[in-house]
């Protein structure tokens, strides 16, 4: 059995920080092949966050995240990160941890097939 469990969501104010954790289990993170994040806000799509070769470092990130937020990984701890800095409101969503990603190089269509979702870790940024 395989599972992806996210973790580190809460409520922080805009310009804050805050670190997701995404912990495998029944996979080691070379087995996923590509791990990534996506949100999904109400009544919004769900939208690719980033994502990471798991057996490199090479990252892809959406315009809307880059230079704020970062992905990386502890092979040791069979765990993906995503490091989340000056949050804005547009932030707050529902985040989920997504394995065997297909389409890893690109993150809009990154979502379209994936192995294994995460249950999600909610984010919400106060004006």
């Known amino acids: 059995q395989v599972h992806v469990v996210e973790s580190g969501g809460g409520s922080v104010e805009v310009g804050g920080s805050l670190r997701l954790s995404c912990v495998a289990s029944?996979?080691?993170?070379?087995?996923?092949?590509?791990m990534g994040w996506f949100r999904q806000a109400p009544g919004k799509e769900r939208e690719g966050v980033g994502t990471?070769?798991?057996?490199?470092?090479?990252?892809f990130y959406a315009d809307s995240v880059r230079g704020r937020f970062t992905i990386s990984k502890d092979i040791a701890k069979n765990t993906v990160y995503l490091q989340m800095d000056s949050l804005k409101p547009d932030d707050t969503a529902m985040y989920y941890c997504?394995?065997?990603?297909?389409?890893?190089?690109?993150?809009?269509?990154?979502?379209?097939?994936?192995?294994?979702w995460g249950q999600g870790t909610q984010v919400t940024v106060s004006t």
């Open positions: 997504a394995a065997g990603i297909r389409y890893c190089n690109n993150v809009y269509f990154a979502g379209r097939v994936v192995e294994y």
């Open positions: 029944g996979l080691t993170l070379s087995d996923a092949n590509c």
């Open positions: 990471m070769y798991t057996s490199g470092e090479m990252t």
